[in-house]
């Protein structure tokens, strides 16, 4: 995130009015600068990776009609990351009423008593700055949020303060009238109750409130935007229809079509405290879409990014774990850590009726799968004869948590030179991957040698925490 530009120094209604500053609403705010970004050939989403075709095109063109806009897609989708960017599309800077409840703007005070002081202060009347960053809010929706988080509610201590039901001084305004000005997001938006989404109907098209059977026409200019799974509809709540009709446009979001775009969500999201080379990472990538496609899975709850994304975090912390105890200076994942991936991350998945018992079964061979995809898509046309004719011998190569990098790299049989090539077979197979020191050319390597498993060419045993190939 770049660091915001000093804060304006304008301090008066009258000061603002001499610098030529205009009003724009915020719809013509965000339409301008989206504009502004497209004509400069500059990425108005970044950090969104596989919705450029798809999403992208639709919400922008959205933005600019104005509209507030629901996204419905499955869990781990990127809906939350790409209503976040679009504080992206605001002013960095916008002047505001000093003190005021709901951020107006100086040339349009909107509530009794900011009105009251721009009469009584004229020029005077005192200007705040509010950065992009704070005109942004969200909301988890729950079951019990309430109207009052919302809209607003009557403040018994205003009252007690000698203030009449009818004074609209009385109100404490909620989370909506408090982004003026701003975006308002609202995440999971059918797990709000129905009788609460019936509240939002004046705000999301006459752009008033009413509390408590009083009406306060305030002209709120606000973006509301809101995420649902299209499940909920059924299974814990719905979008009520008005509710849906208010909405300008519908979205749907998906996972990531193309590998790549999976493999950069991960290497985007992932806070990894070891090094995790590209082909771990693709083979995460690639089980994540084999088990997103399963019929062993319940495709209604989705696969998340999440799940990849955990993946990577927790081989990584594989790594570290034998590079701590094996005295390694670096921390490398390698294939044996995928395992433990299978291990924790079985509980992220929902299967379908009828599959209980078979979890582990079916993780494990899709994870296979997406380990030979990766193979077959690095090692094309390298000739693994030696290797296999070595391990026949009767060589074993042993691999496993306690077994450091250095240490199955001294444990690899030696092979001749390779006919009519400048290096040796295990030179090539790093060479592929891009591995160059100890770590990630034994992660390169066990690659190998897992793939030559699964094409039946060697035999694999496992006892706990040692993997032997032979």
């Not at 790093?430 to 699964?454: K, N, Q, V």
Request: charged content about 30%; some cysteine.
């Amino acid at each position: 995130m770049t660091q915001p530009s000093a804060t304006p120094t304008i301090g008066t209604l009258g000061e603002l009015r001499a610098s030529g500053h205009e009003l724009k609403p915020l719809r013509e705010e965000i339409r301008a600068n989206l504009l502004a970004k497209l004509a400069a050939g500059e990425d108005p989403w970044p950090g969104l990776h596989g919705f450029e075709g798809t999403v992208v095109p639709q919400l922008e063109r959205a933005l600019i009609a104005g509209h507030d806009v629901v996204l419905l897609g499955e869990r781990g989708q990127g809906k939350t990351r790409l209503l976040r960017t679009l504080v992206g599309l605001l002013d960095e800077w916008t002047p505001v009423i000093e003190g005021s409840e709901l951020g107006e703007h100086p040339y349009e005070p909107i509530t009794p008593v900011s009105r009251r002081r721009a009469a009584d202060l004229g020029d005077d009347l005192p200007v705040a700055w509010r950065h992009r960053e704070e005109r942004y809010a969200e909301k988890l929706a729950t079951p019990d949020t309430s109207v009052a988080d919302l809209i607003g509610d009557v403040d018994p201590m205003r009252v007690a303060e000698g203030r009449s039901l009818g004074d609209p001084e009385t109100i404490h305004f909620g989370l909506i009238p408090r982004s003026h000005r701003g975006i308002v997001a609202i995440n999971e938006l059918p797990d709000l109750a129905e009788r609460i989404q019936v509240a939002m109907l004046n705000v999301m098209e006459e752009r008033d409130i009413q509390i408590r059977g009083y009406v306060l026409r305030l002209p709120l200019d606000v973006l509301v935007m809101a995420s649902a799974n299209p499940e909920d509809y059924t299974n814990r709540g719905r979008i009520i229809t008005p509710l849906k009709d208010r909405f300008g446009a519908e979205i749907r979001t998906h996972y990531p079509l193309e590998v790549e775009d999976e493999i950069a969500v991960i290497r985007q999201e992932a806070r990894l405290v070891g090094d995790v080379p590209d082909h771990l990472v693709e083979i995460l990538a690639r089980f994540t879409r084999a088990l997103r496609e399963s019929s062993a899975v319940d495709q209604r709850s989705g696969v998340s990014a999440r799940f990849a994304i955990a993946g990577a975090e927790t081989i990584a912390a594989a790594a570290l774990h034998r590079a701590t105890t094996q005295g390694e200076d670096q921390a490398v994942a390698r294939v044996v850590d995928l395992e433990t991936a299978v291990e924790v991350l079985g509980g992220k998945i929902e299967f379908e009726s009828g599959e209980e018992g078979r979890s582990l079964e079916i993780l494990t061979h899709l994870l296979r799968t997406a380990t030979a995809e990766t193979v077959r898509h690095h090692f094309r046309g390298i000739d693994f004869a030696l290797l296999v004719e070595a391990l026949d011998g009767g060589r074993l190569v042993t691999t496993g948590e306690h077994v450091s990098a250095i240490d199955f790299l001294s444990g690899l049989p030696a092979l001749p030179p390779v006919e009519d090539a400048e290096s040796d077979l295990y030179d090539q197979i790093c060479d592929r991957l891009g591995a160059t020191d100890d770590g990630s050319r034994a992660s390169a390597i066990e690659l190998a040698l897992e793939g030559l498993f699964l094409a039946r060419k060697i035999s694999k045993d496992t006892d706990g925490a040692e993997t032997v190939y032979g």
